[in-house]
């Protein structure tokens, strides 16, 4: 994990910081609340946390890599468990009071600490795989919609398909092990719209305008979630961009491109994040530098973009976009479980 002295504020947040950004959507507590006292958000929160750890746990016992994985996966579930129970009798307890963020931040510290890594890098290998197979044909069928707001509303489709295949959702998980899932099939199941956050005219009417120059996006770093879902947005945007930042390495062909589309403008760079949520309060250096002269900031993912950052502002235009898994933010945005946020915010020049 990053050390805080390596760790910057993203220029694109308006400052100062501490009075215009709050990286958490969900408000587990309220200044008038008991700080002793935990409340029902902040129960209702640490109990899914508590449900997911048997997911998590079966995860690392299955992890080769690490000596004794079944011994300190029993370590990690009891470690986070009574954490998780503290933080029940006492909010202000292990750098509490609780949120996301906190939450997802001791449960990385106890599995690293116990010497795991990264316990879905199995599984996120063999996905990554099957995605890798399944991307020609999604880009062929993205590249046949001759409509260009046809063709960006499939594509925006496509991230919320990719956006499915969440690993660190226990009841995903477990659906994905017990019966598989069709990406293609998925574009074509979303929720119908109006999504809870339904923002995607404005956009498709923006984007026809080529109005940006640079976008920086903050993805998940593996599977169909970036190879099928957003790495086929990338690829479009590479069209109308002179830049696109992104956060993982894609695939290209000897001649440097991606299925046609030149890719010399596309940049990876590092978040300095290991978590699902994001703080961008807090990110690397590089990423800082890169984002500068951003002019469209994209966060995806129910983590990256919904969780946290859904109502933060920005000096430039954003977009937050992803599917909502858990029916406590579902019931928070007052949608329906595996509803589509696609927020949309244009800055005025």
């Known amino acids: 994990m990053e050390s805080d002295s390596e760790m910057v ?45 048997p997911s998590f746990k079966d995860r690392a016992e299955s992890d080769t890599t690490v000596p004794d994985a ?41 599995l690293r600490e116990l010497g795991f890594r990264d316990i879905f890098k199995k599984v996120k290998d063999e996905e990554n795989a099957k995605a890798i197979s399944l991307f020609p044909e999604v880009v062929r069928l993205s590249d046949a919609i001759e409509d260009e707001g046809k063709r ?61 120059k640079k976008a920086v996006i903050f993805v998940d770093n593996s599977g169909a979630d970036i190879i099928l879902g957003i790495l086929p947005f990338a690829r479009e945007m590479l ?32 978040s300095g994040n290991d978590l699902p949520v994001i703080d961008l ?19 995806e993912g129910m983590g990256r973009g919904i969780e946290t950052n859904l109502y933060a502002q920005f000096k430039c235009d954003s977009l937050k976009i992803g599917m909502v898994k858990h029916l406590e933010v579902a019931q928070f945005l007052g949608g329906r479980l595996y509803d589509c946020v696609i927020k949309y915010n244009e800055v005025q020049s």
């Open 239 to 270: 069209q109308i961009l002179s830049k696109v930042l992104n956060g993982v390495i894609l695939l290209k062909d000897e001649n440097g491109q991606l299925m046609g589309v030149d890719t010399t403008n596309l940049l990876i760079a590092n």
């Open 9 to 53: 504020a993203l220029p694109l947040l308006p400052t100062p910081i501490e009075s215009n950004y709050r990286a958490c959507t969900i408000p587990y507590r309220f200044p008038s609340d008991n700080p002793k006292k935990a409340t029902p958000t902040e129960i209702s929160w640490i109990d899914l946390f508590l449900n997911s750890i």
């Open 281 to 299: 309060a807090r990110v690397s250096q590089e990423v800082a530098y890169l984002s500068t002269d951003a002019d469209l900031v994209i966060l």
């Open 70 to 110: 079944p011994v300190r996966a029993e370590k990690f579930a009891q470690r986070y468990a009574e954490i998780l129970e503290d933080l029940k009798k006492d909010p202000e307890s292990h750098g509490g009071p609780p949120d996301c963020i906190l939450l997802c931040r001791i449960r990385e510290l106890i």
């Open 152 to 212: 960006i509303e499939n594509l925006v489709r496509g991230i919320f398909a990719g956006n499915i295949f969440d690993l660190g959702s226990a009841q995903l998980a477990e659906v994905f092990s017990k019966d598989g899932m069709s990406f293609l099939a998925s574009c074509q199941n979303l929720v119908l719209r109006p999504w809870v956050i339904d923002d995607l005219d404005s956009f498709q009417a923006r984007w026809i305008k080529n109005p940006w």
